[in-house]
């Protein structure tokens, strides 16, 4: 792809984001498709979204309960991460990450339209910060699929 990208040059730089953006996207299906490949129990969709639904059914297969029961512990646990986050606590889940609240400040901003300068309110945001073990899973993903595409061909 970086020949693409290089080769491309010449015509500008309209053509160079898209090639970017089709690499990305290339990058973010080979993700989806590996993760949907280690999780043969959620039906395979259009689209690279994982639903709420999808969620409960797939944790309903993973604990070998029933969908009532997993869709009852899933909004349990909702309802726990937002009550933490409301008081101002950090939510901490070893090996995945942290969910906490993050402060924004009080700024000036400009009304786009008219150029008049307003007041942008301080605000409070719930953050997510992933774990180093969980970035070096998802991360493994893209090796994985490549190692597993080199054994097929190897196969042939």
Same mark, same amino acid.
């Given at each position: 792809?970086q020949?693409? %990208? #290089?080769?491309?040059?010449?015509f500008?730089k309209?053509?160079k984001?898209f090639? =970017?953006?089709?690499y @990305?996207k !290339?990058? !973010?299906?080979? %993700?989806m498709?590996?993760?949907?490949?280690?999780m043969?129990y959620?039906?395979? =969709?259009?689209?690279i979204f994982?639903? =709420?639904?999808?969620?409960?059914?797939a944790?309903a297969a993973k604990?070998?309960v029933t969908?009532?029961?997993?869709?009852a512990?899933?909004?349990a646990?909702?309802?726990v991460?937002?009550? @933490? !986050?409301?008081k /101002?606590?950090t939510?901490?889940?070893?090996?995945?990450?942290?969910?906490k609240v993050?402060?924004r400040?009080?700024? +000036? /901003?400009?009304? *786009?339209? +008219?150029g008049?300068?307003? #007041?942008? @309110?301080?605000?409070k945001? *719930?953050?997510?910060?992933a774990?180093p073990?969980f970035?070096?899973f998802i991360?493994? %993903?893209?090796?994985?699929v490549?190692a #597993? #595409?080199a054994?097929?061909k190897k196969?042939k």
């Amino acid at each position: 792809m970086q020949f693409f %990208i #290089k080769k491309t040059r010449i015509f500008g730089k309209k053509v160079k984001n898209f090639w =970017k953006n089709l690499y @990305a996207k !290339l990058n !973010l299906c080979v %993700i989806m498709h590996a993760a949907r490949q280690s999780m043969p129990y959620i039906k395979k =969709k259009e689209g690279i979204f994982l639903k =709420k639904a999808d969620f409960i059914k797939a944790t309903a297969a993973k604990a070998g309960v029933t969908q009532k029961e997993a869709q009852a512990v899933v909004a349990a646990a909702h309802e726990v991460i937002k009550a @933490a !986050l409301k008081k /101002g606590d950090t939510v901490p889940f070893l090996g995945f990450g942290t969910f906490k609240v993050s402060n924004r400040a009080a700024r +000036t /901003g400009r009304n *786009p339209q +008219t150029g008049e300068a307003i #007041k942008i @309110a301080a605000a409070k945001l *719930p953050t997510f910060k992933a774990s180093p073990a969980f970035k070096e899973f998802i991360n493994n %993903i893209k090796k994985a699929v490549a190692a #597993k #595409k080199a054994a097929a061909k190897k196969k042939k």
